[in-house]
């Protein structure tokens, strides 16, 4: 016996136990999932197509696991605008094992699996002190010498800290950026342009060398 059935916007023909890979659907490994988007159910040469759907038709489905799809890359590029943006994206999915092929309105006979209990935390030791209120993220920065980066256009206390926290302390750092790291910032801490958009390399010099802006 086998199956039509729709899910994620694709379709799929299933037979009892075949394994697919289908866009992310709610639930933990071992639940068991309904799916209701039968479009046709074929046992020999009887054939029944829906009408879009079968009427009282559903595939019951184990998950196996929700994993992750290998990475693609996302190049975009403009000609003679020095425009380069390159992402990664990996896409969810759920493996599923097909358990039973239902007609009439009948409900799945398998069970999701028990989970094993969570373990419970074991309880903290008390500290032999109360531990001081931390330090505000910009006191912070202050301590460890850093430039004041928000002399920098557009760089507020948020994206001072996310430079901060790359292990970008310094004017003199960023002066000496070429094309390449900031293509790398601008993707790994989201600037979106900002960096060149702002000109951020050349005011840095500028600091680097005492001369306000």
């Known amino acids: 016996m086998y199956a039509?059935?729709?899910?994620?916007?694709?379709?799929?023909?299933?037979?009892?136990?075949?394994?697919l890979k289908v866009e992310r659907l709610q639930g933990d490994a071992g639940d068991i999932v309904t799916l209701d988007s039968v479009l046709m159910v074929g046992a020999g040469g009887?054939?029944?197509?829906?009408?879009?759907?079968?009427a009282g038709a559903s595939v019951a489905a184990e998950i196996v696991e929700q994993?992750?799809?290998r990475k693609i890359i996302v190049f975009k590029k403009r000609r003679r605008q020095n425009y380069r943006r390159k992402k990664g994206h990996r896409q969810h999915?759920?493996?599923?094992?097909?358990?039973?092929?239902?007609?009439?309105?009948?409900k799945p006979s398998k069970k999701a699996a028990k989970k094993p209990a969570?373990?419970?935390?074991?309880?903290?030791?008390?500290?032999?002190?109360?531990?001081?209120?931390?330090?505000p993220k910009e006191a912070a920065a202050k301590d460890t010498g850093?430039?004041?980066?928000?002399?920098?256009?557009?760089?507020?206390p948020v994206l001072?800290?996310?430079?901060?926290?790359?292990g970008v302390t310094s004017f003199a750092q960023i002066a000496a950026w070429g094309p390449?790291?900031?293509?790398?910032?601008?993707?790994?801490?989201?600037?979106?342009?900002?960096?060149?958009?702002?000109?951020?390399v050349e005011q840095a010099k500028k600091l680097a060398a005492g001369e306000e802006e």
């Open 46 to 54: 009887d054939v029944t197509v829906g009408e879009p759907m079968v």
């Open 4 to 19: 039509v059935v729709k899910t994620g916007g694709k379709q799929y023909r299933v037979s009892e136990n075949d394994t």
């Open 67 to 69: 994993a992750r799809d």
């Open 180 to 200: 390449a790291e900031i293509e790398e910032f601008d993707e790994k801490l989201s600037f979106k342009g900002r960096i060149e958009r702002e000109g951020w």
């Open 146 to 156: 850093a430039d004041d980066l928000k002399k920098l256009s557009g760089v507020g």
């Open 93 to 106: 999915y759920t493996l599923l094992k097909v358990t039973e092929i239902l007609t009439d309105g009948a």
């Open 118 to 135: 969570a373990k419970k935390a074991a309880p903290k030791k008390e500290e032999a002190a109360p531990k001081e209120a931390a330090a």
């Open 160 to 166: 001072e800290q996310k430079l901060l926290d790359a």
